[in-house]
Every structure is written in C-alpha cells, then in structure tokens.
C-alpha cells in the first residue's frame, strides 16, 4: 500500500506529540521522521495517553522477545500481535474483552504514528476475527461490559442530601459548597466533567502534560504553542451572565444565570459553547443561584461594592426594563468559581486562579456513594447517563445532540442509553395492569443500597490487617533496624550520617508497611462491602423462614427490626454552626413552608451562612484515620483534659499544651472549634505537629495570626517568630534549631480534605529533640568508642549527642567540674525561642549538666557532694575515668 501524504503541520496548531507523554524514545524518532518531511498524526492528549498505555505493554513485550519494538510493530504481522494478546494475557492482571478491544484500537493508532497508514485491512479483519472469537474462548475471558448504571431522581437526591448533612470527606467550606455544586451542575446539564474540571492541572502552562517521564531530555525544535485564550478549563464569572427577571406569578422578581460551558469535546479552542438556563429554585438545597452568589461574595465579584445577601434578595427590574443584569468586576472575569487550595503556614487557603481538579471530585463523589451504603460506586459519567436518558425521553433528537455535545445518535445508543427498559411490557402486550411505581423501583440505583452495609473498617478488620504474615514481618525488620541504629548511634536520627545504609533500609520498610497497609485496608473493606452485599440478603431470608417455621430463636433476631422502623443515619454534631442551619434550612421541617416572606428570610438566611462557611476549615482530623495500635495502650484518657473556657481576648499568654498557630484560628471566630489540646507527657508529639504543619510552609515568611498580633509585621525567618511567641504570648516548647526546616518545599494542594486530614496515615516516624532527652553514654556500642568513627558535625548545625573525647584514646583529662558544666552548658543547643529569652529557668543549667555529663561519659557531682563511681570531688585523675559503657539488650540477646 502506497503511503498516505501527510498534510504540513499548521501554525496555529500544537503538535501533542512533543508532550512528554509517550516515551522520550518514541518522541525521538518520530521527531526524526519529521525532519525527513512529514509530521506524524496529530492525536489529542487523552488519545496519547492510552498509547502510551499500549506502549508500555508493547515495549516489554519486545524486551523480552529481544527485538525493536518499532521494526517489530511494523511488521504486520498477525501472528505477532496475536501473542502479544496471549502474552498481556498471562503476564497482566485480569481483564474484560471490552479492555483488550481498547488496547487493539490504541495499538493499531501506534501503528500508525510510525507507518503513516492504518494497519492492512486483512491483518485488521484476521485481529477483529481472533478478539471476538478464537482469543475469548480460550482464555474464558468474559464478554460482559462494564455496568452503566444511572442515577434518577430519588438516587440524587439520597446522595446530596447524605453530602450536606452526613459527608466528611471535605473539612474546607468551599469545597463542600464546590462539590454541591458539581453535583447539581451536572445533573442539571449531564456534560462532561471535563467541562467542569480539567483533568490535569499539575502543570498551568501546559494542562495536556502527563504526570509520567517530566525529567525527559527530549526537545522539539516546533514553534512554542501560543493557546488562542489564557481562560482555565472551568467555568469563570465571564461564563455566567446574572441577572433578574420578572416573575409573573409572584410579586417579587426571579434571579437567573446562563452559563456558558466551554471546553467542549471535538470543538476547536476558542470556539463557542453551549449556554444553559438556571434559575432560582424554592426548595433551597437545589438552588443553583444561591451558590453562585455564595462565590460571588466569597471573591468580592460584584461591581455593587455595598450589595449584601440582604439586599441581593429584594432588587426589582425597574418598569423600563425586561431584566436587571448584574455586572462582575473586570478582574475577576477569568477567575474560576471552583479553585484549588494552597497548603500554607496557617491551613489552607483558597488559590486565586487555578482550578479544582477532577480528580479530588471523582474521588470525593465515589467516597459519597460508598458512604450512602450503595453498592455501586457513583461517578460523574452516572450524572451524564441520567440527563441523557431524560432528554431523550423528552427532547428531539436533534436537541439531544446538542445538550450533550454529540455529534450523531450512535454515541449515545452505544454508551449512554439504559440498559434497563423503563417499560411495563406486561401492561402494553397483555394489557394487565399498570404497576409504574413498581417499575421504577425496580430500575433504580436504590434497590441495591442497603443503609446497614459497612462503610468503614471494623476493630476485626483491623486487626486481621495487623497480623497478616506480610505486615508482621516488616515490622520485625523494622524492629531489628531500630534496635541495631540505636545500639550503634544512640537515636535513630543520630545513625542517618555515620550509617547510611540503615537508615535508609529503616525508611524504606517503613514506607513498605505504609503502602501494604493501606493496600490491606482497601482490599478489606472491598471485600467486606461485596460480601455483605452478597450474604445479606440470604442470611434475612433464613432469619424470616425461622421466624415463620415458628423457631423460637428467630424472635431475638427480629428484635430490633419493625415496620414503622427508621433507617436514616443519625444527624453529626457538626463543627460549625453555619452548616447545621444551612442542613436545617434545607431538609428541616420549615423547608417545604413557601411562604413568600418566610422563603425570603430563609433565602436570606442560607446565604449568609454559605457565603461564611466558604470561608471556614475545620481543624486537622489528628491521628490515623484507623487506629493501628492494637499492641500499645492508649493514653490516659485523664490526660486530655475537658473542653477549656475560652480565655479572654486581652489574655496574650497561650498555654504550652496546644499548637500556637491553632490557637490563634480558633480566637479568630466563636464558630471555630477549640484547638487541640496535646497530652503533657509527650510534648515531642506538639513540636512535630508544629513543625510539619505549619513551620515547613513557612516559605515566605511568617506571621502571627493571633487578632492581637495582626498588626505586626512577617517575620523573615521562623527563629524571629519562635522569640516573638516566647517573649509575647510566653509560649516555649523547646524545638532545637536543628529540627527547624532549611528549605521549606512549597507545592499547591486542591486535593480533597480527607487526603489532607489523613496525611498522619501515611506520614513517616519523626525523631524529636525529646527522644535524645535521655540519652545515656552506656547505650552506645563499645565499636563506637574507638576515635574517628563518628564524623562530628558542624557548630552550625544540631550538636552532636555525643562526643569522642580524648580518654577514650587513653590520654588524660585536664577539665575540671567547673570547665565541664561551664562547655556542657554551651554545647546544648536550646530553641530560639528561650535563646531571645534573658531570664532562663534556674532549674535548667543543672539539668544540661547533668545530661551533657551523661554523654561524654564524664563523672558528675551529686547533690550530697559525693561522685559516682570511686573518683571524689576536685580535680579528677584519668586512670579513675574508664569508659566501660554496657551492651545494649540487643548485643547481650546476641
């Protein structure tokens, strides 16, 4: 077959292929073709993406045949890609004949990146033949699509109604109402999530790069693509066109918007979208104007400076005119309504111009169906499936097309259409009679929830998740690694330097125990959730054949369960009070009152509580999200104190048992919650909570958030602020220097908060200043004691916990007991905060002493005037000082 011509490539037109998204190898040679006078085909990003799928599998599958992985694919032939096919087979996890259709169709278009055809047509029809007949029967690999299930209207409802009252997964306001939004968006419209949310925004200059291969060293020599807009790929307040209009039927006017959704799929950029019609709704929890005015205040986008959520609800179209349009400010157009957070010293904070990501929705919204106790997991195309079935049920073809941005009727037959016939065949053909309540229930996503399904992991799965071979042996390792760094180096953050090689294999198991367990906890509760599902119904079945046969067990069974029963979770004790009336106004019993001047007040209402829970966060969720420690006692319970008075606002001193920075959030509003209040006997756990999440944010400086301090400047350095916390507010929880962060690493976060609140789950174990508090010279191996065997490090740095001193050589020592004090006291290094302090604790000199004594294996004078050992007081002879350190537990075990 004669090659195509290719057209040259256009100006205006980026070639997707120089993204580093196929291989730096790939990218090569076809930028090798193009010198020769061609350009390869221009496939979008989401299509390169499943190449270098296929590309991946192909590259391997040629490894080990030992053949080029270009000459081969060109080969066509048929007997290759056949075992291409069996070798996936084997050698992959499992998967449906739906998925191997896929990875030919990808194959055959990576085909065609280096042959500039398509794949013969006979080698095509001989694949077709082997996919759909020959290859699924041998290897019983099933034909079954996946479930294209469908929300209705009950279904939807259950679910946003479970994310305004019983839904966690967020901490952050604005993202609740952001995620309300999506969801109501897109039943509303059915688009796609692309239109809402771009798929990728790790990288705003160039949304089509792929997360994979970024330190590629691949450079095209193309003209830099210039976009034709510099709008994100969501919907900005340029897209929304606000505005009143009268409402014949009442004597107030209606407030509505047309939206604009652009980034359309198969549409070139800049091209027009399509606008659709929202309006305000009396039932307030569905109400798509409220939110968008809740952003609009949220962002200060009203050119109105003095409008209110008072005064928004009662403007009128004047007699003139057909509508009231309401105007944005010209710097907010290209502004998103739905952003990502940044993660910053004190929380988060909402990021001025890029957008929410699709992936913290979609997991947001299967977490939601999960939580709902449904079966099936929900996603954004279940939303799009809904509003396709209704339009066409209501709609023209032709109008379809057009709210679903498709371009002929095939799409939609093939992947939108309900498998479920939503027809009583039994009413048309026998004319029996109609039982369309039925029919309905019985194709909804509803029949399948179940609300007494597991939704979380129990103590059981807990701990059958801590007694799995693979996890008990990893933490045998880990034990072993501990206990050998600390008979070594004293601490495990002492060993980091002299032994590399431990510390890093520590790390390394530790991050092993870390991803096996959360791999245990996801596949558990799969298991348990399918499971359940699978025996629950059997399992009622025989309780009702037992109660029925008249077996006298069968009562206590049923002795929790009767027909006027209520299966509605219990309503949360929320953290804000601006949530729980918001869930009042929207599902309360005064919800359904429409009244014209009660709706108003409750419209009112709603949005004044919106616009401020926009702007609230709860308080980090501290600890692991499941409790791992079935081996170790918890703390005294005494140790938590009781829910504090709040101090009054001139009080200035902030108790050491909480983290300064939460402290000052909460002082901030009545509405936000008390901070966590830390146990007294482990202050090593505020400090790490201080340094890693706040202080290593800290990338542009600090500032005190307390509404006292609001006035002072940013500190420059974290030192500054640790003085100003010392000398103002009496705050000193002794962090050492050498555990402050260097250089703080600094990257935005949109992510769902539950990933935030969760980061103790997989965050690595952190040595503290308190770990090396008692430190004994005796715990140190006897190896260590011979001289050069510790690097000691710089004075700039963290003193070193121990020092080799000249007896250990056999050389005398000429210090005195007032010498050694005098340098044990300027050795220790203390935090920066109690170095701004002039008035020290007359406790302390003596205590460094003490420990510093301990260290260098020095004798030291006790309180009666007597010496360990058998030196005495004055001046102290070598031969009396022997460094006889015993063999830690480890060593004598051995």
Avoid at 263 to 278: I, V, Y
Avoid at 772 to 789: E, K, V, Y
Wanted: hydrophobic share 30%; aromatic share 8%.
């Amino acid at each position: 077959m004669a090659p195509v011509s290719i057209p040259p490539a256009q100006v205006d037109e980026h070639q997707y292929w120089t993204d580093p998204i196929l291989c730096e190898e790939t990218r090569t040679r076809l930028k090798h073709f193009r010198s020769l006078g061609w350009l390869p085909p221009n496939f979008k990003p989401r299509t390169l993406i499943g190449i270098a799928t296929v590309e991946r599998y192909w590259r391997k599958f040629c490894i080990q045949s030992n053949q080029d992985y270009v000459n081969y694919l060109l080969l066509e032939d048929q007997a290759i890609y056949m075992n291409f096919f069996d070798w996936m087979f084997k050698t992959s996890r499992e998967k449906a004949l739906q998925s191997y259709d896929e990875y030919w169709r990808r194959l055959c278009q990576y085909f065609q990146l280096f042959a500039r055809r398509g794949v013969n047509d006979d080698v095509h029809t001989q694949m077709r033949r082997f996919l759909n007949g020959v290859f699924p029967a041998e290897r019983k690999i099933s034909r079954r699509t996946k479930d294209k299930n469908t929300l209705d209207v009950d279904v939807f409802c259950v679910i946003y109604r479970h994310h305004w009252v019983h839904s966690r997964f967020f901490r952050h306001g604005s993202m609740i109402v952001q995620f309300a939004t999506i969801q109501l968006w897109s039943a509303i419209t059915g688009t796609r999530p692309g239109v809402l949310l771009p798929q990728n925004t790790s990288l705003p200059d160039n949304s089509s790069l792929s997360k994979r291969k970024q330190n590629s060293t691949f450079q095209s020599d193309l003209p830099k693509y210039i976009p034709v807009t510099d709008l994100p790929d969501s919907v900005c307040y340029r897209d929304i066109e606000l505005f009143y209009l009268r409402d014949p039927q009442s004597k107030r006017d209606v407030l509505c918007a047309v939206i604009e959704f652009r980034n359309l799929k198969g549409r070139p950029e800049g091209a027009d979208g399509t606008k659709f019609f929202m309006h305000g709704d009396y039932q307030l929890a569905y109400c798509p104007i409220t939110q968008i005015i809740s952003f609009a205040f949220r962002d200060g986008a009203f050119v109105n400076a003095e409008l209110t959520p008072e005064l928004i609800w009662r403007l009128r179209v004047p007699k003139r005119s057909s509508s009231l349009p309401l105007r944005w400010k010209p710097e907010v157009l290209n502004t998103p309504l739905l952003r990502r957070f940044n993660r910053t010293t004190c929380g988060y904070e909402l990021h001025p111009s890029l957008p929410m990501t699709y992936e913290s929705s979609r997991r947001a919204l299967q977490e939601l169906g999960r939580d709902a106790r449904f079966e099936n997991d929900i996603g954004h195309y279940n939303f799009r499936r809904w509003a396709a079935n209704e339009v066409n049920r209501n709609f023209t073809s032709q109008e379809r097309q057009r709210v679903l941005g498709q371009s002929g009727d095939a799409v939609f037959e093939r992947h939108y259409q309900s498998q479920f016939i939503a027809r009583d065949l039994q009413h048309v053909v026998l004319l029996r009679p109609p039982q369309e309540g039925l029919l309905r229930v019985a194709g909804s996503m509803l029949r399948k929830r179940d609300p007494l399904a597991p939704s979380e992991l129990t103590d059981t799965h807990k701990r059958a998740i801590c007694r799995h071979p693979e996890m008990l042996e990893l933490k045998r390792e880990k034990r072993e690694l501990m206990a050998e760094m600390r008979s070594l180096a004293g601490t495990v953050k002492n060993a980091q330097k002299p032994f590399p090689h431990l510390y890093q294999r520590h790390k390394t198991v530790d991050r092993e125990m870390t991803k096996l367990r959360k791999t245990l906890a996801t596949d558990t509760r799969e298991t348990a959730r399918k499971d359940y599902f699978r025996n629950a119904p059997v399992l009622e079945v025989d309780r009702q054949i037992k109660q029925l046969l008249g077996d006298p067990d069968a009562e206590s069974c049923d002795a929790d369960s009767s027909d006027d029963e209520d299966w509605e979770l219990p309503t949360p004790k929320y953290v804000f009070p601006e949530r729980a009336r918001l869930v009042e106004n929207f599902y309360g019993p005064e919800a359904e009152n429409y009244d014209e001047d009660k709706l108003l007040a409750r419209r009112i209402q709603v949005t004044r509580d919106m616009v401020a829970l926009l702007r609230l966060c709860e308080p980090s969720r501290r600890g692991n999200r499941a409790d791992w420690k079935f081996d170790h006692e918890n703390g005294d319970p005494s140790d938590q104190p009781e829910d504090p008075s709040p101090p009054e606002e001139d009080n200035m001193k902030c108790p050491t048992d909480v983290c300064i920075i939460c402290y000052g959030i909460s002082r901030r509003s009545a509405s936000n919650p008390p901070p966590h209040r830390f146990p007294s006997k482990r202050p090593d756990s505020l400090r790490r909570h201080l340094i890693d999440s706040h202080l290593c944010y800290a990338h542009d400086g600090i500032s005190c958030n307390w509404e006292a301090c609001r006035n002072l400047p940013r500190f420059a350095s974290i030192t500054e602020f640790l003085a100003h916390a010392n000398n103002e507010h009496k705050y000193d929880i002794k962090i050492k220097l050498c555990h402050l962060p260097r250089m703080p690493q600094f990257s935005p976060s949109d992510g769902p908060s539950r990933d935030v609140s969760t980061e103790s789950e997989t965050r690595q174990g952190t040595e503290t200043p308190a770990s090396s508090l008692d430190f004994d010279m005796a715990n140190i191996d006897p190896r260590l004691m011979a001289p050069g065997c510790i690097t000691v490090m710089e004075p700039s740095t963290c003193p070193s916990s121990t020092e080799i001193s000249d007896s250990s050589a056999g050389y005398p020592l000429t210090s005195t007991d007032s010498n050694l004090a005098e340098n044990s006291t300027l050795r220790m290094t203390r935090g920066a905060a109690k170095a701004a302090n002039p008035e020290p604790d007359p406790q302390l000199p003596s205590q460094h002493a003490t420990r510093s004594s301990r260290k260098r294996g020095r004798p030291e004078e006790q309180p009666g005037g007597e010496q360990k050992g058998k030196g005495r007081s004055g001046k102290v002879k070598a031969s009396t000082i022997k460094p006889t350190p015993r063999r830690s537990k480890r060593l004598r075990a051995r």
